[in-house]
């Protein structure tokens, strides 16, 4: 079964997907500031949580079409991004980095080129040239793989309201350094024994 929730909504079945995926969103990508457009639309409710059982590529492409379909038809002050979610698919990172010529495909064959795009993150991310363990990958990192769907305008808009955002990914990579793998595993140590 697949479902489809704002951020907010509770979820049983799949709560342990969404909450690794919420506590990634909020205290990596939003609390350590790695996307300074992640929570403009998190707090005013613009983010789409979607979590797909697939594990095969054409299941996923059709997962992914679903989302893309939905944005398409949805306006963003209702919908203006979504996560993909996919806990089951794609433990090995070159297979879901090869898989997104797929995606780009997918997006010219619905005429979403330049509509629409697809970043992916990957709980193995590795930058071309970096070493497997290289703190900075966690920038592209997440508990499971996710296909995280843009509005192109959307991603103009906050290009253009944030002055240095062309050196967002070199600020990125500096900001992780210094917190280093024991700083990065402390954000989600704490919400863990929180848990407990």
Known sequence: MDIHLPLGDI???????????????????IGLNLCPFAKAVQVKGL????????????????ALETELQHLASTAAT?????LLVLPRAFPDFLDFHLFQGEVAALLRRLDFDGIFQVAPFHPRWEFAGSAPDDVENCVGRAPYPVLHVLREASVDRAVAAVPEAAHIYEANRIRLRTLGWDGWNALFAEDASNND
Request: avoid cysteine.
């Open 78 to 82: 209702v919908t203006d991004t979504t």
């Open 47 to 62: 983010v789409r949580l979607s979590i797909d059982q697939a594990n095969d590529p054409d299941s996923i492409l059709a």
């Open 11 to 29: 979820d049983d079945e799949h709560g342990g997907s969404r909450a690794a995926v919420v506590r990634w969103l909020e205290q990596a990508v």
